[in-house]
């Protein structure tokens, strides 16, 4: 079934309905590539895992050997761990701006509060 499905032209294809836009549309389309390339380096740091994993335990590996590995609770782990830490660094501005828009505006209780005495 998915054999037959032409993935290229598939992940070209448009979504139905409007993009949503969170940034000013250059910033957003930046953003997209970005986050595309991030993906694609964490699926060959995956990759290379295995083939670093394999060649320790049988010393040459084979596209097929590759292809069928299948990581231990512990390698899962492991790999877990790399991708949060990955994805913490490529996202660590994001996540400082995000902390300063936070520290800015006053708790939602205070701004109620506010609001109900004038």
């Given at each position: 079934?998915?054999?037959?499905?032409?993935w290229?032209?598939?992940?070209?294809?448009?979504?139905?309905?409007?993009?949503?836009?969170?940034?000013?549309?250059?910033?957003?389309?930046?953003l997209?590539?970005?986050?595309?390339?991030?993906?694609?380096?964490?699926?060959?740091?995956?990759?290379?895992?295995?083939?670093?994993?394999?060649?320790?335990?049988q010393?040459?590996?084979?596209?097929?050997?590759?292809?069928?590995?299948?990581?231990?609770?512990?390698?899962?782990?492991?790999?877990?761990l790399?991708?949060?830490?990955?994805?913490?660094?490529?996202?660590?501005?994001?996540?400082?701006?995000?902390?300063?828009?936070?520290?800015?505006?006053?708790?939602?209780e205070d701004?109620?509060?506010?609001?109900?005495?004038?």
């Open positions: 079934m998915t054999e037959d499905l032409d290229i032209s598939r992940s070209g294809m448009k979504a139905k309905g409007k993009r949503p836009q969170f940034l000013d549309p250059e910033d957003d389309r930046i997209s590539i970005l986050m595309a390339l991030a993906g694609e380096v964490s699926v060959m740091r995956e990759r290379l895992d295995t083939i670093e994993r394999l060649l320790d335990a010393g040459t590996i084979s596209r097929s050997d590759i292809e069928t590995y299948a990581p231990d609770m512990e390698a899962g782990r492991e790999r877990n790399l991708i949060k830490e990955y994805l913490a660094r490529i996202m660590r501005g994001v996540q400082q701006d995000m902390q300063s828009l936070a520290e800015l505006e006053p708790p939602i701004v109620i509060k506010e609001m109900e005495a004038s």
